[in-house]
């Protein structure tokens, strides 16, 4: 944009109303330009302002529920000292958004299924409201969060964002059209996010040695972001939460009372739930196609406890969980925990190690009964063995009425994401749009799952999770952008959301209200849901169309 077509374009837009007018005395940003942009586009560094005015956003919320605005900030000089806020809405949260370098694109995935081509600087982590430099020529997007109180009229609330710097303020008014419909306060998607909780890599971002009261405090912070994004199953280590020991009848015996506090924890947090026990066992030296799982087990041995591993079939597997999963089918039972509890076996079971599962479930089921038995899994021909079917996005796209089956029959079906599927398929990959995010729980609605699991929350296995967001995986391996972690650490806040988490709450909470709409009008809150996921690998690309449905799910809720 040249200088005068600059300098004609915010005369033009102050004039609409685009810029408000300053307050008297408070210098302007000469050549600073703010404007909205929906929270659903990523806003690279390079963009432009619009070449016409605008008109203020207008953010429509239900009652109850969290919900976004964006704006972008483009300045013809360097601005330094930058700092934001929003005027008008006391609880709104404001985020520069930051950038992460990728080194390349999500494999086996069309240009046109990403949102830009790498290598290049990605939006994601939400870092603090505040800037030290922003150079000349450069656009800074801006987010602001915010919960709608339960108890708000029906109405339009106004409000403005402010941004300050050395150089002067500016400011963009938006409103937020609040309507009569209510989020429910009920969690009926069941909803996982894997987390490190402890270990030296935890120490490293968090400063706490485990278990003791600082680690404790951290988790409870941990607790409280999950809550407040609707999570609502914890995946529990039972391994490092339960003790072991030599009962006086030499066998061994276990102390629960870690297990305790850890599950408290969570549930003062309002996040549990559901209880997910931590993986019985492994895949031996990670071997993807290792025919036998490796179980980790306790044995007494001189007198002492000693740290074993075994294969399912084998005498002492067995001999193991002949005592430790009894003990903790009884200790949930005595709190009152066993209905909300599920175990993992072994993850993604596959064809090669398939008949290695079935004896490690029998085993569960011939020890601990009354636990429910939970896995990822990309093999359908396990039917007995699992109650809670986790399948991969893909594989439960392809056998769909095998799944659907397995409803009937009583169990459980999940949908979990991970560095697959790719391609036309949801995902919450960095380098994907946003609205792939939110729609993976569209996904689950229109198709009847019940459940969502991801394994990387805060999985941060490199240094600077803000400077290398693609992770090695083995040999020449490389994690996709994000896959591993959607939360990022800070030393003074914890951890800090991105544009992804955010997204995905979104999404949760438009389960739960298409959940609430079928109550009334199944069929309607399965038309809306179909116009934006006609098929799983093929869901809506366009903003504009994912906002119009979502007015009239909102619309129809406040009938």
Same mark, same amino acid.
């Given at each position: 944009?040249?200088?005068?077509?600059? #300098?004609?374009?915010?005369?033009?837009?102050?004039?609409?109303?685009?810029?408000?007018?300053?307050?008297?005395?408070?210098?302007?940003?000469?050549?600073?330009?703010? #404007?909205?942009? !929906?929270?659903?586009?990523?806003?690279?560094? !390079?963009?432009?302002?619009?070449?016409?005015?605008?008109?203020?956003?207008?953010?429509?919320?239900?009652?109850?529920?969290?919900?976004?605005?964006?704006?972008?900030?483009?300045?013809?000089?360097?601005?330094?000292?930058?700092?934001?806020?929003?005027?008008?809405?006391?609880?709104?949260?404001?985020?520069?958004?930051?950038?992460?370098?990728?080194?390349?694109?999500?494999?086996?995935?069309?240009?046109?299924?990403?949102?830009?081509?790498?290598?290049?600087?990605?939006?994601?982590?939400?870092?603090?409201?505040?800037? !030290?430099?922003?150079?000349?020529?450069?656009?800074?997007?801006?987010?602001?969060?915010?919960?709608?109180?339960?108890?708000?009229?029906?109405?339009?609330?106004?409000?403005?964002?402010?941004?300050?710097?050395?150089?002067?303020?500016?400011?963009?008014?938006?409103?937020?059209?609040?309507?009569?419909?209510?989020?429910?306060?009920?969690?009926?998607?069941?909803?996982?996010?894997?987390?490190?909780?402890?270990?030296?890599?935890?120490?490293?971002?968090?400063?706490?040695? %485990?278990?003791?009261?600082?680690?404790?405090?951290?988790?409870?912070?941990?607790?409280?972001?999950?809550?407040?994004?609707?999570?609502?199953?914890?995946?529990?280590?039972?391994?490092?939460?339960?003790?072991?020991?030599?009962?006086? !009848?030499?066998?061994?015996?276990?102390?629960?009372?870690?297990?305790?506090?850890?599950?408290?924890?969570?549930?003062?947090?309002?996040?549990?739930?559901?209880?997910?026990?931590?993986?019985?066992?492994?895949?031996?030296?990670?071997?993807?196609?290792?025919?036998?799982?490796?179980?980790?087990?306790?044995?007494?041995?001189?007198?002492?406890?000693?740290?074993?591993?075994?294969?399912?079939?084998?005498?002492?597997?067995?001999?193991?969980?002949?005592?430790?999963?009894?003990?903790?089918?009884?200790? /949930?039972?005595?709190?009152?925990?066993?209905?909300?509890?599920?175990?993992?076996?072994?993850?993604?079971?596959?064809?090669?190690?398939?008949?290695?599962?079935?004896?490690?479930?029998?085993?569960?089921?011939?020890?601990?009964?009354?636990?429910?038995?939970?896995?990822?899994?990309?093999?359908?021909?396990?039917?007995?063995?699992?109650?809670?079917?986790?399948?991969?996005?893909?594989?439960?796209?392809?056998?769909?009425?095998?799944?659907?089956?397995?409803?009937?029959?009583?169990?459980?079906? #999940?949908?979990?994401?991970?560095?697959?599927?790719?391609?036309?398929?949801?995902?919450?990959?960095?380098?994907?749009?946003?609205?792939?995010?939110?729609?993976?729980?569209?996904?689950?609605?229109?198709?009847?799952?019940?459940?969502?699991?991801?394994?990387?929350?805060?999985?941060?296995?490199?240094?600077?999770?803000?400077?290398?967001?693609?992770?090695?995986?083995?040999?020449?391996?490389? /994690?996709?952008?994000?896959?591993?972690?959607?939360?990022?650490?800070?030393?003074?806040?914890?951890?800090?959301?991105?544009?992804?988490?955010?997204?995905?709450?979104?999404?949760?909470?438009?389960?739960?209200?298409?959940?609430?709409?079928?109550?009334?009008?199944?069929?309607?809150?399965?038309?809306?849901?179909?116009?934006?996921?006609?098929?799983?690998?093929?869901?809506?690309?366009?903003?504009?169309?994912?906002?119009?449905?979502?007015?009239?799910?909102? %619309?129809?809720?406040?009938?």
């Amino acid at each position: 944009m040249g200088m005068a077509r600059h #300098w004609a374009f915010l005369a033009a837009a102050a004039a609409l109303g685009g810029c408000s007018p300053l307050r008297p005395k408070e210098p302007q940003m000469k050549s600073a330009v703010l #404007w909205p942009v !929906d929270p659903l586009v990523k806003v690279f560094r !390079d963009v432009m302002p619009p070449t016409g005015p605008w008109a203020p956003a207008e953010v429509l919320a239900a009652r109850n529920e969290y919900e976004s605005a964006q704006f972008v900030l483009y300045s013809g000089e360097p601005l330094t000292g930058l700092r934001a806020r929003v005027e008008g809405l006391a609880e709104a949260e404001v985020s520069f958004v930051g950038f992460v370098p990728l080194r390349a694109n999500t494999r086996r995935t069309p240009d046109e299924e990403v949102v830009r081509k790498a290598p290049g600087l990605f939006p994601d982590p939400l870092l603090p409201p505040a800037l !030290d430099k922003l150079d000349a020529g450069t656009s800074q997007p801006i987010f602001v969060t915010f919960h709608v109180p339960k108890t708000q009229r029906p109405g339009v609330r106004k409000a403005r964002l402010v941004v300050e710097s050395d150089q002067g303020r500016i400011e963009q008014p938006f409103s937020v059209r609040v309507v009569k419909a209510t989020l429910p306060d009920e969690r009926t998607l069941a909803v996982t996010n894997w987390f490190s909780a402890h270990g030296p890599r935890f120490k490293s971002f968090h400063g706490a040695d %485990d278990w003791g009261e600082a680690h404790w405090k951290v988790l409870e912070h941990y607790a409280k972001v999950m809550a407040a994004y609707r999570q609502n199953v914890v995946l529990t280590p039972i391994y490092q939460l339960i003790d072991f020991s030599v009962g006086p !009848d030499g066998k061994l015996a276990f102390g629960f009372g870690r297990f305790d506090r850890w599950v408290k924890l969570f549930q003062d947090a309002g996040v549990i739930g559901q209880i997910e026990g931590g993986h019985l066992g492994t895949r031996p030296g990670g071997e993807w196609t290792a025919p036998r799982f490796t179980i980790r087990l306790r044995a007494i041995e001189g007198g002492k406890v000693a740290e074993k591993w075994g294969h399912p079939g084998e005498p002492a597997v067995e001999e193991f969980l002949s005592q430790f999963l009894p003990a903790i089918q009884k200790h /949930l039972e005595e709190k009152g925990w066993l209905g909300i509890y599920t175990q993992h076996l072994c993850d993604e079971p596959i064809k090669e190690n398939a008949e290695s599962y079935r004896i490690l479930a029998a085993l569960v089921k011939k020890h601990a009964p009354k636990l429910r038995r939970i896995d990822a899994n990309h093999y359908a021909e396990l039917v007995g063995s699992l109650d809670v079917w986790v399948p991969q996005l893909n594989y439960y796209d392809q056998a769909l009425g095998f799944y659907r089956e397995r409803q009937k029959a009583g169990d459980e079906v #999940w949908t979990y994401t991970c560095l697959a599927p790719t391609g036309t398929y949801p995902n919450r990959l960095i380098d994907y749009s946003l609205l792939k995010v939110r729609l993976l729980h569209w996904v689950n609605f229109r198709f009847g799952a019940t459940g969502y699991l991801h394994w990387g929350w805060n999985q941060w296995s490199v240094k600077d999770p803000f400077a290398d967001v693609e992770p090695p995986h083995g040999g020449n391996i490389f /994690l996709p952008p994000g896959d591993a972690w959607i939360v990022y650490p800070s030393k003074e806040r914890v951890l800090l959301s991105s544009l992804r988490f955010e997204a995905m709450r979104d999404g949760i909470e438009d389960y739960e209200l298409l959940a609430l709409l079928a109550k009334k009008s199944p069929e309607k809150a399965q038309a809306l849901a179909e116009r934006l996921v006609p098929k799983i690998a093929a869901p809506e690309k366009n903003v504009a169309t994912f906002r119009e449905v979502r007015r009239e799910l909102l %619309d129809a809720l406040s009938q």
